[in-house]
């Protein structure tokens, strides 16, 4: 069974910067779509980007232009890059690898957004 990780979270003041990291115990990047998911405090847990096994990526509209998904390949590590971070980007940041119907979830990592 694939196994997600994900570490980087952390409280960050208004216009801050983090970058999570999302182990993952196989090397599955070219056959599973990979993802960012978060859930808002209070909220249901929403896209936030997607990385296709070709390579190509999308965003939600509310962090376009502000965060960046990618993957190392060589570690097994599916990245995101979160710049100009607002008080809205608080939540509980879950990676994810799709493959079918199958999916596999990390346990979240916590991002505090606060000055």
């Known amino acids: 069974q694939v196994q997600l990780v994900e570490s980087g979270g952390g409280l960050v003041q208004p216009g801050g910067s983090l970058r999570l990291s999302c182990a993952v115990s196989?090397?599955?990047?070219?056959?599973?779509?990979m993802g960012w998911y978060r859930r808002p405090p209070g909220k249901q847990r929403e896209l936030v980007a997607r990385?296709?096994?070709?390579?190509?990526?999308t965003y939600a509209d509310a962090v376009k232009g502000r965060f960046t998904i990618s993957k190392d390949n060589a570690n097994n590590t599916l990245y995101l890059q979160m710049n100009k971070l607002t008080p809205d980007d608080t939540a509980v940041y879950y990676c994810?690898?799709?493959?079918?119907?199958?999916?596999?979830w990390g346990q979240g990592t916590q991002v505090t957004v606060s000055s």
């Open positions: 990385l296709s096994t070709a390579g190509s990526a």
């Open positions: 196989e090397s599955i990047f070219n056959a599973y779509h």
């Open positions: 994810l690898a799709t493959l079918g119907v199958v999916d596999y």
